[in-house]
């Protein structure tokens, strides 16, 4: 059956007007997610309707917003990628030769329209995805050494080059960052007197429990079942991988905890899973000593995973035996494995909700995996919100990770 549903255009002013109306609806609160409400999209269409003659339906307006967001976030990108160079006021864009254009150009289309300046709307688009912008910095591969973000410089994101602005508001606005930075670091300092007060003044005397920390790990090692129960795995395994990481990568005891104590609370924790709470109660070890021996004992296992989680030639030099059967040539001649996105759920700071919260209605994380057809994983990369299609992350993969990626063989695309 025909679609008769008129097809959306979408001119300067009827873009202006899409941006405030949504605008509004964001301060409104119909903006609880990446997206409008249900809600929101209806007073969109009313009022949007109301304003111009124009009666679009909700998928309509639903590609609109996601065109709109597909723009901010090109201009969130090139504005953290342009750290170091230079700035046009004229323009109020990067000064950039052409080959650095053709870098950002290869990363993101969209950038190819900043050459002459900003987005059009920019101030509205800063307030309609406001905390809802993700800019692949969370991004990690096993093995990849993680890239420190840089900041800033204030003009690449400020939207107020124009010499109109007024030399007054200026001043106010510099009084008040001035006084807001002031006060924030009279809070910083009180929290740490305090923090310090709580530490090293009223410090209690430690006491001494039944059963530590290192005799309950390896009382459940001894137990093939509790093993198992504990930490996920059987003790043959536990040992292998304890050895591993200690021979290979570097994990060590202190003086107050050995390696294997470290080891069963990093999988004991992982594996019920239990706060951190629920482990200073089991382990009876400081809250500082339980970061700080789960963050040594997850940079090994992150370096054990980079060395395991690849193929096993990168360069496939022959296809699978599978692929061989009358079921699968010639349609999947070439190929290396099966790739697909999954959803793990997640706990994060409330700040950061919005950009986690996806389709499935809770706070996740979108992992991508790539495995063999010996379901053997040869890629993996983790770290974005729940809210990113699976295509961006895939994207954005092949720029950031290209060398690490597993690809078909050469000739073959």
Same mark, same amino acid.
């Given at each position: 059956?025909?679609?008769?549903?008129?097809?959306?255009?979408?001119?300067?002013?009827?873009?202006?007007?899409?941006?405030?109306?949504?605008?509004?609806?964001?301060?409104?609160?119909?903006?609880?997610?990446?997206?409008?409400?249900?809600?929101?999209?209806?007073?969109?269409?009313?009022?949007?309707?109301?304003?111009?003659?124009?009666?679009?339906?909700?998928?309509?307006?639903?590609?609109?917003?996601?065109?709109?967001?597909?723009?901010?976030?090109?201009?969130?990108?090139?504005?953290?990628?342009?750290?170091?160079?230079?700035?046009?006021?004229?323009?109020?864009?990067?000064?950039?030769?052409?080959?650095?254009?053709?870098?950002?150009?290869?990363?993101?289309?969209?950038?190819?329209?900043?050459?002459?300046?900003?987005?059009?709307?920019?101030?509205?688009?800063?307030?309609?995805?406001?905390?809802?912008?993700?800019?692949?910095?969370?991004?990690?591969?096993? #093995?990849?050494? *993680?890239?420190?973000?840089? $900041?800033?410089?204030?003009?690449?994101?400020? =939207?107020?080059? +124009?010499?109109? @602005?007024?030399?007054?508001?200026?001043?106010?606005?510099?009084?008040?960052?001035?006084?807001?930075?002031?006060?924030?670091?009279?809070?910083?300092?009180?929290?740490?007197?305090?923090?310090?007060?709580?530490?090293?003044?009223?410090?209690?005397?430690?006491?001494?429990?039944?059963?530590?920390?290192?005799?309950?790990?390896?009382?459940?090692?001894?137990?093939?079942?509790?093993?198992?129960?504990?930490?996920?795995?059987?003790?043959?395994?536990?040992?292998?991988?304890?050895?591993?990481?200690?021979?290979?990568?570097?994990?060590? #005891?202190?003086? *107050?905890?050995?390696?294997? $104590?470290?080891?069963?609370?990093?999988?004991? =924790?992982?594996? +019920?899973?239990? @706060?951190?709470?629920?482990?200073?109660?089991?382990?009876?070890?400081?809250?500082?000593?339980?970061?700080?021996?789960?963050?040594?004992?997850?940079?090994?296992?992150?370096?054990?995973?980079?060395?395991?989680?690849?193929?096993?030639?990168?360069?496939?030099?022959?296809?699978?035996?599978?692929?061989?059967?009358?079921?699968?040539?010639?349609?999947?001649?070439?190929?290396?494995?099966?790739?697909?996105?999954?959803?793990?759920?997640?706990?994060?700071?409330?700040?950061?909700?919005?950009?986690?919260?996806?389709?499935?209605?809770?706070?996740?994380?979108?992992?991508?995996?790539?495995?063999?057809?010996?379901?053997?994983?040869?890629?993996?990369?983790?770290?974005?919100?729940?809210?990113?299609?699976?295509?961006?992350?895939?994207?954005?993969?092949?720029?950031?990770?290209?060398?690490?990626?597993?690809?078909?063989?050469?000739?073959?695309?």
């Amino acid at each position: 059956m025909e679609d008769k549903t008129p097809k959306a255009h979408w001119d300067a002013l009827s873009t202006t007007t899409f941006c405030e109306i949504c605008m509004e609806q964001k301060r409104k609160g119909n903006r609880p997610t990446a997206f409008l409400s249900p809600e929101g999209y209806t007073n969109l269409g009313r009022e949007f309707g109301i304003k111009t003659g124009k009666n679009y339906t909700k998928p309509q307006f639903k590609n609109k917003w996601d065109s709109t967001n597909a723009l901010y976030q090109a201009w969130v990108y090139y504005t953290t990628k342009a750290t170091g160079l230079g700035w046009d006021p004229v323009k109020q864009t990067i000064t950039a030769d052409d080959a650095q254009w053709a870098e950002f150009i290869k990363a993101n289309k969209l950038i190819a329209g900043f050459k002459k300046g900003p987005p059009d709307n920019l101030g509205l688009m800063e307030v309609m995805f406001e905390d809802a912008h993700v800019d692949g910095t969370s991004a990690v591969m096993p #093995g990849v050494p *993680r890239e420190v973000p840089k $900041e800033v410089p204030a003009d690449l994101m400020s =939207t107020s080059h +124009s010499d109109e @602005s007024d030399s007054d508001d200026g001043i106010e606005y510099a009084l008040m960052d001035s006084r807001r930075r002031r006060c924030q670091r009279n809070i910083e300092m009180m929290y740490h007197v305090l923090e310090h007060s709580e530490k090293h003044l009223t410090k209690k005397k430690r006491v001494e429990p039944r059963c530590t920390g290192q005799q309950w790990v390896f009382d459940n090692l001894g137990n093939s079942k509790d093993c198992y129960d504990m930490f996920r795995m059987h003790r043959p395994c536990f040992d292998s991988l304890h050895d591993t990481l200690v021979e290979k990568y570097g994990l060590e #005891g202190s003086t *107050r905890m050995c390696s294997e $104590e470290a080891l069963g609370m990093f999988l004991w =924790t992982l594996g +019920s899973p239990q @706060s951190v709470t629920q482990v200073h109660n089991r382990f009876k070890r400081s809250r500082e000593t339980i970061n700080r021996k789960f963050a040594e004992v997850l940079y090994c296992v992150n370096q054990l995973a980079g060395d395991i989680i690849k193929p096993i030639d990168p360069q496939f030099p022959i296809g699978h035996e599978r692929l061989q059967d009358s079921r699968f040539t010639p349609h999947f001649n070439g190929a290396i494995g099966a790739i697909d996105g999954t959803h793990i759920p997640v706990i994060v700071p409330a700040a950061h909700i919005m950009n986690h919260v996806g389709r499935l209605g809770y706070p996740t994380q979108n992992v991508m995996a790539v495995c063999d057809f010996d379901l053997r994983f040869t890629s993996i990369v983790a770290g974005w919100p729940g809210s990113v299609h699976d295509t961006r992350i895939f994207k954005d993969t092949l720029l950031k990770f290209e060398a690490n990626f597993p690809h078909p063989p050469p000739g073959i695309s």
